[in-house]
């Protein structure tokens, strides 16, 4: 009587921690909002559309970022820090993955990954600024740090990535120009 007591406790007691599980799961939502999914969805086959989408909605996370840490009234600023910075690397991350199927799919963008490259900049020097803000308690750093870390890595490696591609892509461009005028010129009108 007593071990089916147990078994059924230990049988509660692992439902409530899936329940929690499954909670917590929800609670790391999409970073876009539907509103963005729709503009996401639309522009699914256009990559020039696409990948601006993605820049200006990370681009947009991080205007929130500023705009809430700059509010005097912000409650829990800390966790909104992380909550923000960990959208924009989503957002970011989603970005580079787009990337890669373009190129995969030998897209032309050359021109969208102009824009990317200068957003690269950007990004990098609003991120340095939070990180190196001397009216951040040591204690509310700490809570973001990770997160502040690891977007920064990720922008800096894909900055370089995006400059190097954007090399290749010109590169590949200009031997595709100089191969189909070496094939045209030799051909009698």
Partial sequence: MISQMRLRALGCAILLLLVASVGLAQRRRDPLTQAEIDQVRDASWEPQQR?????TFARDRLTKLEAMRSDPKTKDRPQQTHDLLDSFLRIYDELNDNIDTYIDRKDDIRKPLKKIIEADTEFQAKLRALKNAADV???EAKQYEFVLTNTLDT????AEDHRKLQVDLEDAAKHKKLNAAAKNSGKPE
């Fill in 51 to 55: 990948l601006t989408l993605y820049v």
């Fill in 137 to 139: 308690p040591a204690g």
């Fill in 155 to 158: 922008v800096d490696t894909s």
